[in-house]
Structures are given as structure tokens and as C-alpha cells.
């Protein structure tokens, strides 16, 4: 009787003060259903940019089955009316448009990167990345207003005009296109939209290398430079690579402001005051009337295959080499 | 004296002050081009009224329809996103071991982050073209969602990544489970950077022209369901920058300033934001 009335009141107690076992299994329910479907959801999000490469392939299967692939990068033959469709001229133009941006855009950034890591007091730097921040978040159209309104007439009535009176016997600076709308301009708005990206990440990455290993080479007498040239920016290279990488995607896909500058004349560039039209702007284009020519659909889509898997063999060599470089700079110590 | 050491040394000095200077000033050059060609064209009507007959002829109207298409857009594909990004990243950082299998997520992240927004453009489209859907306020949302969702979920797993190991624990040692305490302990200690990923994401997106181009295509109208089509501020500046009358061109430049000034309100939110909620962070 005392040991039942005992009992009751210990199981009275563990009801007040230990959560039922419904309640336990609910909990422990919800957090298996939540890992479940979070577990799913990740590899979805992660099998996105395969899932991307073959709808693209579906839709452009038609093309490939009349024209071979050689054909379609290597023939500079657009005639889509007549059936024609090959890529070279706007492969070209993607390419000379986002190279002539690269070059314009690193140096610059790389040595602001540096300068806000290195020297510049904190006072500067707490104005000034804000401001990098912003001119990230600028949109792309924005960008390409700007270029029509300042960097095409610049490039056009000034830029072109000297360079090729000084250089014009070069073949790439050779000027026969008055207008401005040219490879230049497209390059200088690039440069101009990858800046923040790069000097965002490089200033991270050059901020992150220790401070031992600079005062150990002022240490042994080297100036700021020599230490920033021979130990920080070694140290700090797979980063730097990773910053130049993620600018040279931005660039390479940039649509709007790209196709606002870059003339759109579908040729094979040989100058950097030539027009250019580059994929991007070939797609935006043309999307309009893409389902009334028959196999054109095909072939933007194809044209957007394209740059999907040039931005995937990018992005994985990429980081190929920086898996390489960081193991070697592991074994040096 | 001056040796070639100290020259190098100011050489490269002068260099990356001269760098700087060029692209802080590029910002200002962007900035005050806006300003300048858009404030004149700017008024009232333009930011009130949906464009009206004869519009693009430089006729009455305004832009409207795409400033309520644009922030329908974003704001929709930044709620989609939202509900994807944050299950992922809680799973990468509380769920999921540090292993083989995250790295390769977070690689597969950064290669989505580098795809060019006319791909997810591309990309939607063909999914479109696959459930027979037409251009569409959805089918925008959900293109400009998968362009959100790598820089959301990345800004996502960098701020939780930030939460000391020890808040964890002793929330496991109440007796908590991980999503109990992904809830109730991770986000609001991470609400500041969750929030600058989310503004981020949405600043991208009501940006980009490229990827609603195909989807979301544009109408005259407001957006009234998910099914019509929808206009974005973005493709407004450009469609009117494609005519050839000077009028329209200069409401061009107005839109692209109500545009820049959108961005630059949500940076301006975002850093006020990011302040204020602080105060629910252990420190």
C-alpha cells in the first residue's frame, strides 16, 4: 500500500519534471524529418548545375544532329535563315571582350587590393570598402549606360583615334571603326563591374596571410615591396587565383552591359576597336524570334550550353590547380 | 641618397594610390552619369503611372509596371530562396560532418555562383518550354531564385559558420537536438549576417536583366497573377534605351536612377539593420 502510494508519487514526479515519452519521440521525430529533407534539399541544390548542362543538351540536340560539333565552333558561317549556324565570330567576340576586361581589370585591382591590405590606415579603410561594396551592387544596365554615355565616346572620339596614329601598323590596334562601340568599351565596363569583385577577395585573402612571417622579412632589411612581392603575395597566390577566377566568371557571362557597348557585328574581331558580339548578347538578343526560325531555338541554347560548360571547366580546372598549388606551398612549409 | 630599393618602393606606391584613385573615381564617374542624365527626366508621373498609349513614343506614362514587376521578382524569388537557402546552409554547418561531401557542396556553390545569368535564363526557359508554361511572374521568380541561391546560401553558411562551437554545446547539453537549437540559438545570433546575405541576394536579383529576359518576359500592366507575364525595371531601362527617340531614352536614364536608388537604399538598409539586431547576439 505505501510502496503502490510510493510509486504513484515518484511516477507523478517524473510526469512533472520529464518531458512524456510522446513528447521525446515527437522531438526526436521533427529533427530526423528536418535533417531528412534538409539532406535532400542539398543534394538537389548541388546536382543543380548538372541538372542546367543536360536541359541545355536536350534542347540543343536537334542542332547537333545536323550540324557537327566542328562546325558549330569553328565556322564563322552565321545564316540562320538559310540554316547556317556557326559560333565562331561570337565565340571570338566573348573571348577577346572578356580577355581585353581581365587584363584592364587586374593590375588595377590587385594593386588596390594591396594597398587597402597593406598600407592604407584604417580610417581609409573603413571608407572605402563600404564604397567597393556598393559598386558591386550596382546592376549591370547601370554599368552599361555608363559606358554608352562616357566610355563609348571616349573610346571613339579620343582613345581610338591617337592609338592608332601612334600604333595603328600593329594589327590589334589598328582603328577603322569610328563609332567607339567596340571590344574596348566592352572591356573597360567589365574591368570596371569585376573590380570589387576582386579586390573584395584578394584584400580578404592578403589581409588573412600572418603577420610573423612580414615582420621576419623586414626583419632581414627587405622594404615594404620586397616583402609584399616575395612573401605576402606568394603566400596569399591561391587566393589571389581564386579572386581572379570569380572575376573572370562575372565577365565572361556579363550580358546587359556588355551588349549596350560592345557594337554587336557578328565578325571575327582582328582589332580592339572592332565591334564585337559576344554569346551573352547573341542569346538576349535574338530570343525574341527564336521559336519562329526553325533549329534557332537549338542553337541559342546551344549558345547557352556553351558558356555553362566553359564556366564548369573554368571553375573545376581552377580548382584543380589551386588544390595543387596549396599542396605544394603544404609541403614547403 | 636614393638607392633602387626606395625608388621601387615609391614607384609601386604611387601605383596603387593612382589604382584607387581610378576606381573610386570610376564609382563616382557611374554615380554622377546616373544622376545627371536621370534627375532631369525624373517626375512624378513616371514613378505613379503604368505607361500609356503611345509611351515608347515618348507619349505619357510612366514605369510602374516595372517597378511593382521588379520588386514582385525579387521579392518573391528572395522569399523562394530563403526557404531553400537557409535548410541548406543549417545543414552544411549543424547537420552534415565536415567531410568530403560538404566540400564538394560548397564547390558545386561557388561553380553556381559563376554561372552567367542568361544561362538561368536559358535554363528556365527550357523548363518552361518542358511544362508548357508562357513567359511568366513565376516562372521570373523561380530564374531569379536559382540566381539568388548561391550567393544567399553562401552569405548564410560564412555567418553561421561564426557561431562559437561552445554556444552549441551548451545548448545540446540542455538537451536540446540540432534542430532545436539551429532555431532557437543559431538564428538569432546569426540574424545580422543572415540578413546581409538576404539583401544581397534581392540587390542581385532586382538587378539582373539578363535571366527574366526569357521567363518573366514584359507587359505594360501591373502584374495581377503569377501566371501573366511581369515588367522589371532592369528590361525597362533597356527596352527604352532601344528606341530612337531622344524623350524615351531620357526616361531610360530615370529608370535606371530609380533603379540605382533602389540598390543603394537596400545597402543603406542593410548596414543600418545589421546594427540593429545585434542586440540579441551573445557574445
Known amino acids: 500500500m505505501f510502496n503502490d502510494i510510493k510509486l504513484l508519487g515518484q511516477s507523478q514526479a517524473r510526469k512533472r519534471w520529464r518531458p512524456s515519452l510522446e513528447f521525446k519521440k515527437k522531438r526526436g521525430f521533427l529533427d530526423r524529418l528536418a535533417q531528412q529533407s534538409m ?26 544532329a545536323v550540324e557537327s560539333w566542328r562546325t558549330l565552333l569553328f565556322s564563322a558561317n552565321w545564316r540562320p535563315l538559310q540554316g547556317d549556324f556557326g559560333f565562331l565570330a561570337f565565340i571570338m567576340g566573348t573571348l577577346w571582350v572578356t580577355a581585353v576586361g581581365m587584363l584592364l581589370a587586374i593590375p588595377p585591382s590587385l594593386l588596390t587590393a594591396i594597398f587597402l591590405a597593406e598600407y592604407a590606415p584604417q580610417k581609409i579603410r573603413d571608407v572605402v570598402m563600404p564604397v567597393i561594396d556598393l559598386l558591386a551592387g550596382i546592376p549591370s544596365v547601370v554599368y552599361g549606360i ?58 580578404d585573402v592578403i589581409r588573412a596571410v600572418p603577420q610573423g612571417l612580414r615582420e621576419a622579412s623586414w626583419a632581414l632589411g627587405a622594404t615594404r615591396w620586397q616583402t609584399i612581392r616575395r612573401v605576402v603575395l606568394r603566400r596569399a597566390l591561391p587566393g589571389v587565383i581564386a579572386a581572379i577566377v570569380l572575376g573572370f566568371s562575372r565577365a565572361f557571362g556579363e550580358t546587359m552591359a556588355v551588349l549596350m557597348v560592345v557594337g554587336n557585328v557578328p565578325q571575327v574581331p582582328h582589332s580592339i576597336f572592332d565591334a564585337a558580339y559576344p554569346l551573352t548578347a547573341l542569346i538576349a538578343n535574338n530570343y525574341g524570334e527564336m521559336m519562329s526560325i526553325p533549329l534557332y531555338d537549338a542553337a541559342l541554347l546551344g549558345a547557352a550550353l556553351i558558356l555553362l560548360v566553359v564556366v564548369l571547366v573554368f571553375n573545376l580546372g581552377s580548382r584543380f590547380v589551386l588544390t595543387k598549388v596549396m599542396q605544394r606551398q603544404g609541403q614547403n612549409g | 641618397m636614393i638607392n633602387k630599393h626606395k625608388l621601387e618602393e615609391i614607384f609601386f606606391q604611387c601605383l596603387m594610390i593612382v589604382s584607387a584613385t581610378i576606381i573610386l573615381g570610376s564609382l563616382v564617374l557611374i554615380l554622377g552619369t546616373v544622376i545627371w542624365r536621370g534627375l532631369p527626366a525624373l517626375n512624378w508621373a513616371m514613378l505613379t503611372q503604368t505607361p500609356k498609349g503611345g509611351y515608347y513614343f515618348g507619349k505619357e506614362g510612366g514605369i510602374l509596371n516595372a517597378i511593382v514587376g521588379s520588386l514582385c521578382l525579387a521579392g518573391g524569388a528572395t522569399l523562394l530562396a530563403i526557404a531553400i537557402s537557409l535548410p541548406v546552409a543549417i545543414y552544411l554547418q549543424i547537420y552534415a560532418r565536415r567531410s568530403r561531401y560538404t566540400q564538394w557542396v560548397r564547390l558545386s556553390l561557388d561553380v553556381l555562383w559563376g554561372i552567367p545569368s542568361i544561362v538561368y535564363g536559358a535554363f528556365g526557359f527550357t523548363i518552361m518550354l518542358f511544362l508548357g508554361m508562357r513567359a511568366s511572374l513565376l516562372g521570373g521568380i523561380v530564374a531569379l531564385a536559382l540566381l539568388e541561391l548561391p550567393i ?37 545570433q546569426t540574424a545580422p549576417g543572415l540578413l546581409t546575405a538576404i539583401l544581397l541576394a534581392f540587390g542581385r536579383g532586382i538587378g539582373d536583366a539578363a535571366s527574366v529576359l526569357f521567363t518573366a518576359g514584359y507587359t505594360d500592366r501591373l502584374p495581377d497573377s503569377l501566371l501573366s507575364p ?53 557574445r
Do not use: C
Not at chain 2, 551548451?170 to 532545436?180: F, M, N, V
Open chain 1, 39 to 64: 539532406a535532400l534539399l542539398t543534394i538537389a541544390i548541388s546536382l543543380l548545375a548538372p541538372l542546367m548542362a543536360v536541359a541545355l543538351f536536350l534542347r540543343a540536340r536537334p542542332i547537333l
Open chain 1, 146 to 203: 555608363w559606358g554608352m554615355l562616357t566610355v563609348v565616346p571616349l573610346v571613339g572620339n579620343v582613345v581610338a583615334p591617337a592609338i592608332d596614329r601612334w600604333l595603328g601598323i600593329l594589327p590589334l590596334f589598328h582603328s577603322e571603326n569610328p563609332t567607339g562601340y567596340s571590344i574596348l568599351a566592352g572591356g573597360v565596363v567589365l574591368a570596371v563591374m569585376v573590380f570589387p569583385i576582386i579586390i573584395a577577395v584578394a584584400e
Open chain 2, 152 to 188: 544567399m546560401i553562401r552569405g548564410m553558411d560564412e555567418s553561421i559558420s561564426m557561431v562559437p562551437q561552445a554556444l552549441k554545446e551548451s545548448s545540446y547539453s540542455l538537451g536540446a537536438t540540432k534542430l532545436e537549437t539551429s532555431l532557437r540559438v543559431i538564428l538569432p
Open chain 2, 230 to 282: 511581369a515588367a522589371s525595371l532592369p528590361l525597362a531601362v533597356f527596352f527604352q534605351l532601344g528606341t530612337p527617340f531622344p524623350a524615351v531614352q531620357d526616361r531610360a536614364y530615370a529608370s535606371a536612377l530609380v533603379l540605382t536608388g533602389i540598390i543603394l537604399a537596400i545597402s543603406l538598409i542593410s548596414r543600418l539593420l545589421s546594427k540593429r539586431f545585434t542586440k540579441h547576439i551573445i
